[in-house]
DNA sequence: GCCAACGTTGGC
DNA sequence: GCCAACGTTGGC
């Protein structure tokens, strides 16, 4: 099984906002980024465990934690004229972005920040991807020994 | 294939 | 709002 780390910017799509989506579900809809999308479309297993991160915002950091319940299929927005993540080089017949279904497992109690997964950067967590310098992919992998220390963080 | 211009991400 | 980092675009 993999680990994931995935952002959305809570005021778009948050973690209280899928708490209240149907099952808990929700398809992973608007990565545009082809190393973010190849992850979703190639590597995602169901079963994955990921954490939901919240970026672009008052207190970064992570939130929850989900479960991949569907591998990658066409991201439909990206047909949609009306879409923030409308592309109107996207083919029908070729697709170009990918999505998920993630559920949510649980939100956190209390959110493990930024400041905080940083102060373990040269030590437990070096060599994460979010705490990579300059690093901007919303979709990366996690170690599972990464995983494991994230959450006793928690 | 190079690379300047431009747009986006996301922390601060 | 600023701006560094980075990806993409497109002229050559």
Redesign the pocket.
Known sequence: MNHWLM???PEVFGVDDLAKSPRRTTHWN?V????ARNFMRSDMRVGDLAFF??????E??IVGVMKVVKTGYPDHTAFDRNDDGF?P?SDLEQPRWYMVDVQLQRKLAQPI???KL?EHANRALKGLA?L???????VTPVSAAHWDFILELA
């Open positions: 952002k959305s910017e608007g545009r980024n082809y190393q991160y919240h970026s672009n915002c008052d970064p950091g592309d080089d920040t930024l400041v940083r979010l990579q310098r300059g690093n901007r992919l919303s």
